[in-house]
């Protein structure tokens, strides 16, 4: 995971409670003659510190399970775990106390009531300068993870602390994290006879192949200029190579001809082919599917070289 970016930001909220002095009051005694005798009270009043509510809030690591998504890579339903520090800075025991998240933004798009599970209810009671570590678990939604995938430090989280019994300094954390890129497509491969004039089923010399390929961007980025080379009869005397990326004529559906067409959209971001007019299929968004078509028709010498 690429390393995070970890930052503390001055005081989030304070306050300056009433506090008393610890008054002594004694007198002293003694006897004449059986009897007592006392002195006057003596007062004297020794001042207390002021009394200082405080919390500091760390993040000590934030991990990716990409277990829900079934892969490597970071996909929707994957989990994202802060284990956040909080120590009593004050002097004075804290009840009540908890990691609270202030903000949790994906790419610049902030979350609403994106409080974490597991412990974001659970409280404790710090007495000073005591420490406890909590873990926090956000599930990632398709937004969250397809917007963010590959923006460098694109997660961001700002964290504080809550207590109870009024207000309270808190030193908050803010945290900033990498959901890596994850690049991937797959391709299925087909063909059919748009021509077949000789034995059925057969590659007969001047039949008609129509090759499919269907590509699929089974990564969590958009992908950019998607196209075919597809290595034609590989170390046979007639090898060529089919390059959909050199090709320069019209799309269509004759003999040496490209064409494609988008299968499905993108269930994130956007299918876009803006030029049209070649064979290159300008932007395949997460999720989406296109398919380039290219016919063939069998020659002489591929024939002999069987």
Known sequence: MVPAILAFAGVLASGSPAWADLVNQAVAA???????VTSPEGAVSVPFAPVRRALEVAVLSVDFDTKAAGGDEV??????????????????????????????????????????????????????????????VYTLSADNVYSAAGV?????SLWSANAEGGAIEVAQAERRDTI????????????????????????????LIV???????????????????D??????????????????????????????TETTPA???????????????DTLGVGGIVTFIYTHQVTQEEFDAQ
């Not at 460098?152 to 961001?156: K, M, Q, Y």
């Not at 063909?191 to 010399?205: C, I, N, R, W």
């Not at 050199?246 to 490209?258: F, H, I, K, S």
């Open 30 to 36: 003694g006897l004449f003659n059986g009897g007592e």
């Open 211 to 229: 090759y499919r390929y269907v590509v699929h961007n089974t990564g969590n980025v958009a992908l950019s200029d998607i196209h075919i080379v």
């Open 152 to 156: 460098e430090n694109g997660v961001a």
């Open 267 to 281: 269930v994130f971001g956007a299918n876009e082919d803006v030029k049209g007019d070649d064979a290159v299929f």
């Open 231 to 260: 290595h034609h009869g590989t170390g046979q005397a007639y090898e060529q190579t089919f390059d959909s990326s050199t090709y320069t004529g019209p799309l269509g559906n004759g003999a040496g001809q490209w064409n494609l």
């Open 180 to 207: 890596a890129a994850t690049p991937a497509l797959e391709i299925t491969s087909s063909f059919t006879f748009a021509e077949d004039g000789g034995t059925e089923g057969s590659a007969d010399v001047g039949d």
């Open 75 to 136: 996909g929707p339903g994957d989990t994202l775990t802060y284990t956040i520090r909080v120590t009593n800075q004050g002097n004075v025991t804290l009840s009540g106390v908890a990691p609270k998240l202030d903000s949790l933004s994906f790419a610049g798009q902030q979350q609403q009531d994106a409080m974490p599970a597991e412990e974001s209810e659970a409280t404790v009671t710090l007495a000073p300068g005591e420490t406890r570590d909590f873990k926090l």
